[in-house]
């Protein structure tokens, strides 16, 4: 194999860089060209590429975002899109593709696999959504950026002795909510895998108050419902007073931690050595810190389970 591409699809995810940086570095190591395409499958419909060498992805390891910019594309889920796609890697020499993204991109990675173009997917995420890997990247950026605006609230919630609601992102997956939420000490922690129980958020609070305690901290994700529906719920039924927040895009952007850089490098690594042996349609995972490969459409059937003993125990250390 003589050239690959790369590109990052979907929403971008803090360590998307390190896994560009990754895929390049390797490759050359191996001799290999890399066409990075811009804007994901928009671009590569638009035939808008561009080399990467060892030189073009310096100093981009610490960068949040992606360099190589993202976008949706609606003609790529057509038949006629795909097949300008197609023949536009083959116009440009390309032999394999890295897709780095979310279940739509690696959906979309599926689609030229069975056209005949080796492609190899590095699950690149936030919402931490895709089964067959333990962790994708971006995610535990993402956990920690709610975290410190979950640290910095509690000061100002402990100060004029409020209730703080605090809406992270997740219309799917409770993941973040979950992990941050108990990090953070959260009193309860609300996601969509599970039904919201007021009585239950409303005892908590109550609780709280009587065992002198003077602010509490909700996280929910906002696949569970509104923080503000959670805010007027509260104040129908207690005389306790509440505050929103909403992380919102907040927690896409910023550098990347270093589980997120090394875990990234590690993917992309690993995607340039599978295309240059001649495996295609495969995903790479991280299972028990070792990383695997997995078939992508296996992996797309499949929907990711919040940990139910991680979900149990947010309960029993928020008492």
Do not use: W
């Amino acid at each position: 194999m003589r050239t690959i591409g790369i590109l990052t699809s979907g929403g971008d995810a803090p360590g998307m860089n390190a896994a560009i940086r990754s895929v390049v570095r390797t490759a050359a190591s191996l001799n290999i060209e890399v066409v990075g395409i811009t804007r994901g499958y928009a671009g590569l419909i638009q035939g808008d590429f561009r080399r990467l060498n060892t030189s073009s992805v310096s100093d981009i390891i610490h960068r949040g975002g992606t360099i190589l910019l993202t976008a949706r594309s609606e003609e790529f889920r057509t038949k006629a899109g795909r097949a300008i796609a197609l023949e536009n890697l083959y116009r440009e020499g390309i032999e394999g593709l890295v897709v780095v993204g979310g279940d739509g991109s690696l959906s979309g990675a599926v689609h030229l696999a069975k056209k005949g173009m080796p492609v190899i997917g590095i699950p690149g995420t936030i919402d931490n959504d895709i089964a067959g890997t333990d962790y994708t990247i971006g995610f535990d950026t993402a956990v920690n950026t709610a975290l410190n605006a979950i640290s910095s609230i509690r000061d100002t919630a402990t100060s004029h002795e409020r209730i703080f609601i605090i809406e992270v992102m997740g219309r799917h997956s409770g993941q973040i909510a979950l992990a941050s939420g108990i990090a953070g000490g959260a009193e309860s922690i609300l996601v969509p895998e599970y039904p919201v129980d007021y009585d239950r958020v409303v005892e908590r609070l109550e609780n709280a108050r009587r065992l002198g305690k003077l602010h509490s901290i909700i996280v929910i994700a906002e696949g569970a419902g509104s923080a503000m529906d959670v805010n007027k719920e509260i104040s129908k039924r207690t005389k306790l007073e509440s505050r929103v927040t909403i992380l919102g895009h907040i927690q896409r952007g910023g550098p990347p931690t270093a589980f997120d850089v090394i875990l990234a490098s590690r993917m992309g690594a690993m995607a340039v050595k599978l295309l240059a042996s001649g495996v295609t349609n495969r995903m790479v995972g991280l299972v028990d810190n070792k990383l695997v490969d997995l078939e992508i459409e296996s992996v797309l059937k499949e929907k990711k389970q919040i940990n139910p003993d991680l979900y149990r125990l947010a309960d029993v250390l928020a008492l």
